[in-house]
């Protein structure tokens, strides 16, 4: 099993937990990519969390900030 993150728009609304194989046949309607995630930062330097940004320039995860 591993983690994906819905992305849209730079931001992570979603995560969740399948086979890589449950994307050959899904099908979603919503705007958005689906992107992987791993818990141990080997891929996209950090788990993806809800609110996160996605920034395809570094291939990473990036926590939101704590204050603006």
Do not use: C, L
Not at 19 to 43: H, L
Request: a positive charge; charged letters at 20%.
């Amino acid at each position: 099993m591993a983690h994906y993150a819905k992305v849209n728009n730079g931001k992570v609304e979603q995560v969740i937990v399948a086979e890589a194989d449950f994307f050959k046949t899904f099908v979603d309607t919503t705007p958005g990519n689906w992107i992987q995630t791993s818990y141990n930062g080997n891929i996209r330097k950090n788990y993806a969390g809800i609110g996160y940004t996605y920034d395809q320039v570094r291939d990473a995860f990036i926590a939101p900030k704590p204050y603006n």
